[in-house]
């Protein structure tokens, strides 16, 4: 009787040692796991056996016993190929955490942003478009705000599949008072009008060294109390009543929405796009100039810059007939 007890423990001894260092997947291609904050091992070990990571859940249980002092981190976990139970509890302990790199670039407008969200399979557009519309993480900072529009810090940034689009707005918008602060020095209150301009700046021109004579044309425009007639302007228009073409009609320039500058003198009620450092930059220090009209060069490159009505309008027959020759 002893032997049969004996020969038992050992061959239970020998299949516990074969499931611990096995290499199983239970999953096909690959699977994700999300650890939460507080997560207990028992929690763990039944997310792992039901995400055919493991095969048991007791393998991690046992696995924790044996390393009490390991620290699992929470996050989300990617796993594409097999992997022993002390393999994956390992990796948890290491924070091996999974994320994707989502890059805004520089001039995106949220709409924009929401699109590019969704195709990267991140989040819904809508739930993007939802939170971002509303002011609530900026309005400490730009009472004036309507919508996190201008505030939505161009960079890359680290998201998981459990990313929220508040998590991501907030991300954006730490990354906005960061520059802020290191731009303006925390003394130039209100944000809001220079971030407008610097949206304007930053989908007017993608020339760095224009930048600040685009922002000087607008103040002096603003000064002398003409019309902007900022084609960006219209289109962001067009977009808020979702009657955008792909390209700026007549009825887009005619249109009272309060951004179309086409209509509305001043500059519009918010930003129209999210602008970059230097865009910021231009619109906090605008080049001291006499021009007051530009429009682009008709061999492209940049824009060519006037201080008369007359010039202006030569440089735009030469851009018009230049691009009629490449139709």
């Known amino acids: 009787m002893k032997r049969i007890i004996l020969v038992a423990v050992v061959l239970l001894a020998v299949a516990g040692g074969y499931l611990f260092f096995e290499r199983y997947a239970g999953f096909q291609g690959e699977t994700f ?48 190929k097999p992997a022993s139970a002390r393999e994956v509890f390992h990796r948890l302990a290491r924070g091996d955490i999974y994320y994707f790199e989502f890059t805004v670039i520089e001039g995106n407008n949220m709409f924009e942003i929401a699109s590019a969200l969704e195709s990267a399979g991140a989040m819904p557009a809508a739930d993007f478009l939802r939170t971002a519309s509303d002011p609530k993480l900026i309005q400490d900072l730009a009472p004036s705000a309507k919508t996190l529009e201008g505030y939505l810090f161009p960079s890359t940034y680290r998201l998981a599949h459990s990313t929220t689009p508040f998590e991501l707005c907030r991300q954006m918008t730490d990354q906005f008072r960061k520059h802020w602060k290191k731009l303006a020095g925390g003394g130039a209150g209100d944000p809001q009008e220079t971030i407008t301009l610097a949206s304007m700046v930053e989908k007017e021109t993608g020339v760095p060294v ?8 607008f103040k002096n425009r603003l000064q002398k109390g003409m019309l902007l007639q900022c084609d960006p302007t219209t289109i962001y228009a067009a977009l808020l009543d979702n009657r955008y073409r792909n390209a ?14 086409y209509q509305h003198a001043g500059l519009p009620p918010g930003p129209i796009a999210n602008p ?5 930059a231009a619109a906090l220090h605008p080049a001291e100039t006499e021009y007051l009209y530009f429009v682009a060069k008709p061999e492209g490159g940049g ?25």
């Open 33 to 80: 796991v999300q650890v939460e904050h507080g997560a207990t091992a028992v929690d763990i070990g039944r997310a792992l056996a039901q995400a055919g990571v493991i095969r048991f859940p007791w393998e991690f249980w046992t696995e924790r016993a044996l390393n009490p002092s390991a620290k699992i981190q929470a996050g989300e976990y990617r796993f594409a």
């Open 210 to 217: 224009e930048r600040a004579l685009v922002a000087g044309v």
């Open 248 to 261: 700026i009609h007549r009825s887009d320039l005619a249109s009272h929405n309060e951004y179309n500058t």
């Open 276 to 280: 970059g450092a230097e865009a910021i």
């Open 303 to 327: 824009h060519q810059f006037s201080t008369t009505l007359g010039a202006h309008e030569n440089a735009v027959q030469k851009y018009r007939k230049k691009a009629r020759k490449t139709e």
